[in-house]
Every structure is written in C-alpha cells, then in structure tokens.
C-alpha cells in the first residue's frame, strides 16, 4: 500500500513543502512515483520518515539524521535502545521541573528571600517567582495567601532545601502505597495524606480537612498539578486527590465519635439516664 504527498503529510503533521525538501535532499525519496510522476510512499518510507521526525525533535540535525539512518552498520534494534535512553534521559529532566514547579505552587513560594544563585541552587532552572504574578491574582486576597508570604520571606536556602527533602519523601511514600496496590482509604495512605496536610500547616498557611480537600481537587483540575503529580507516577493526583478526600471523611467520623462520647459522658455525670 501507498499514500499520496498529501496524505503523509496530514498524517505526520508536516507540510507538503517539508516532503519535497527531504526528497530533494535524498533523506526520504518515495519509494514509489506514479505514470504522471507524482510521490508514493510506501510503508518503509513512513518507517523512516518517522525516524526522520524523531530524530528533529530532539534537535539533530537533518545531515546527522541522513548518516544515522543510511549508516549500514546500524542495528535498528540498537537505535531503539540509543533512542529509549534519550528520551528516559528527557522524562527524568522533565520530572525534575515539574517537580519545581509543584513544589512553587503548592508552597506559595512567592517573594522567597533568596538570591538568584541560591534560588537556581534551590530550584534548579525554573523561577518561583515567575509564578508570582498568578498566585496574588488567584489568591492575593485570602490571609492564607499572606501568612504563606510572611513565613516564606523569612527563609533561608536550607531552610527550603529541607522543606523540598520533606515534601518530596511524602510523595514518594503516597507514589510506594499506590504501586503496592493500596487504596487510597487503606489507613497508612490517609495517614500519609494528614502529614501532608500538616506539612502545609506548618510550612505556609493553617489547613483545615475542608481545604486540604479543596487542594486535592486542584490537583486534578489543574492539569499543571496533574502533570507534576503524575510525572512521579501516573494517575498519582488523582490518587492522592481520593486519599486526602478519604482521610477528610475519616476526620469527621472521629468528630461525631468524640461527639457521641461527650454526650454520653455528660448523660452520666448529670444521672439523667441512669436505671
């Protein structure tokens, strides 16, 4: 089977003018031309044009991907694996900014008191700062958004150095509970998510069950929360989205516990239901 110029273009999300240019150029001549000259291409060619744009996403450039590809000593199998680990490679730097990025939201770490060496030392390449401007817009209001201001401009760089180790190891541990197969109401997964809770408490702003909740579901609608959450595993938003929601309902079964109980011991301390 083959497909016009038109049809490989649309489905490599190219243009008909790219196609051209890698014929002319001999990276990707058809592999078949019709009585009236026009390109064929056939399933080999769609092989290697995928290659091609592989190979441009991550930068190289065309003359590089015509030696790569044209080398006959290549093993197919090997450029595979040459490919995995560059993109793992990418995955991982990814994780790390996303991480940076969660870590800047979640934290409010707006007006940090860091120099900008200290802040890359902190935060690698990405600027919490630059997210400044959204988080007062969104929350500039709210005494929540200025108590995380107070207590954040009093920091030093190791103070969030090891407020970074701390939050990190509590994902991990929520990541570990969800590769186990635990669910997200199991005890140790909502004890997980009341550290969590408090870890907010008391590095930015008084978190009550309701708005810990209210957080959780910003990690699943806000599809940057998402993306950090589920760099470290995926689906693990929404997962500790569910256990923060599960620990909530946990809390206000002790609450209407620890009701009955105070009713029943004032029942007993004024006699009224005594036999």
Sequence with gaps: MSHSVGQVAALAGITVRTLHHYDEIGLLVPGERTAAGHRRYTDADLDRLQQILFHRELGFPLEEVAVL????AADPIDLLRRQHAVLTARIGRLTEMATAVERAMEARKMGISLTPEERFEVFGDF???AHAEEAEHRWGSTEAYRESQRRAASRTKEDWKALTRELDGIHRAVADRMAAGDPPDAPGVTDLAERHRLFISRTSYPCD??????????YVQDERFTATYDAIRPGLARYLRDAIAANEAAERDRARARGANAVGAERGEDGSSAS
Excluded: I
């Design 69 to 72: 590809l044209d080398d006959p």
């Design 127 to 129: 600027d919490p700062e």
């Design 209 to 218: 069950h309701g708005m810990h909740s209210r957080l959780g579901e910003m």
